[in-house]
């Protein structure tokens, strides 16, 4: 798979194989953290880390009224830019698709990555990558499949940071 810029139009993702595309139609569920507390916490945190006052309890409350909501508004409405593009995917060759996000549409899929990311580590709870022993062990457990995925995920982010500094060079 490939990632390269096309003039003042966006970024073309082309040459994605089956299991690539099949990896972004299942962003939405790897980013939702429903029924995970530690992907909870780790998307929409409260105000205050260690609450120990009525005061601070209320605070936390409030922020996730306000900001907590206003958030998952926002992911949710990032989830829907990602799917349509991929959705617009088209068989480039065999095998092989392509298709566009806009320069408008970076921000989205940066924002749907990252949150399907963080879920991720909550959900397989991946070993620090600096650990060898702990990323040796985990390669023999079902989640390595997770481990690939979130890593393309990283890979595509990567590009896409890439390709909008290159743009604001």
């Not at 566009?100 to 909550?122: C, G, K, T, Y």
């Amino acid at each position: 798979m490939n990632v390269r810029r096309i003039a003042e139009m966006g970024l073309l993702v082309e040459e994605a194989d089956a299991q690539q595309l099949q990896m972004l139609r299942h962003l939405p569920l790897h980013a939702d953290a429903s029924g995970n507390p530690l992907a909870e916490r780790r998307l929409f945190p409260g105000l205050i880390a260690k609450p120990d006052t009525s005061d601070d309890f209320e605070a936390n409350r409030d922020w996730a009224e306000m900001v907590g909501s206003e958030l998952r508004k926002r992911f949710s409405s990032d989830m829907d830019t990602v799917t349509s593009d991929v959705e617009k995917a088209y068989e480039s060759g065999e095998e092989q698709w392509d298709f566009i996000i806009r320069f408008d549409h970076v921000p989205a899929w940066f924002s749907a990555l990252n949150q399907a990311r963080l879920v991720m580590h909550e959900r397989y709870q991946f070993p620090d990558s600096d650990d060898a022993e702990a990323m040796a062990a985990f390669m023999l457990t079902p989640h390595v499949k997770m481990l690939r995925t979130e890593r393309f995920f990283t890979f595509l982010q990567s590009a896409l940071i890439q390709l909008e500094l290159d743009r604001e060079a």
